[in-house]
């Protein structure tokens, strides 16, 4: 069984589909945003992939308040 705040896993959810959106439209009118699941031993495996052009720094993505977007641009405070 896998626990998990509902509320904290729609925001991270929502957060993770509007960058995908955002980084799409960065190079085209148009896109591909796909969401798969599935099980693995006690756990649930929940994948976000999209067509956008990725991340140009993948070292800095779990560093705190991190962002490519202009201010006001993000979900977060600016």
């Keep these: 069984m896998t626990a998990a705040d509902p509320h904290q896993l729609q925001q991270v959810f929502l957060n993770l589909v509007n960058n995908a959106v955002d980084a799409i439209l960065e190079d085209s009118n148009e896109g591909d945003l796909w969401v798969s699941t599935r ?3 006690e756990s649930l495996i929940v994948e976000f992939k999209d067509s956008g052009p990725g991340v140009k720094d993948a070292s ?3 560093d705190p308040f991190y962002t490519t977007k202009p201010v006001g641009k993000g979900t977060g405070w600016a």
Excluded: G
């Design 39 to 41: 099980a693995r031993d």
């Design 60 to 62: 800095r993505v779990f």
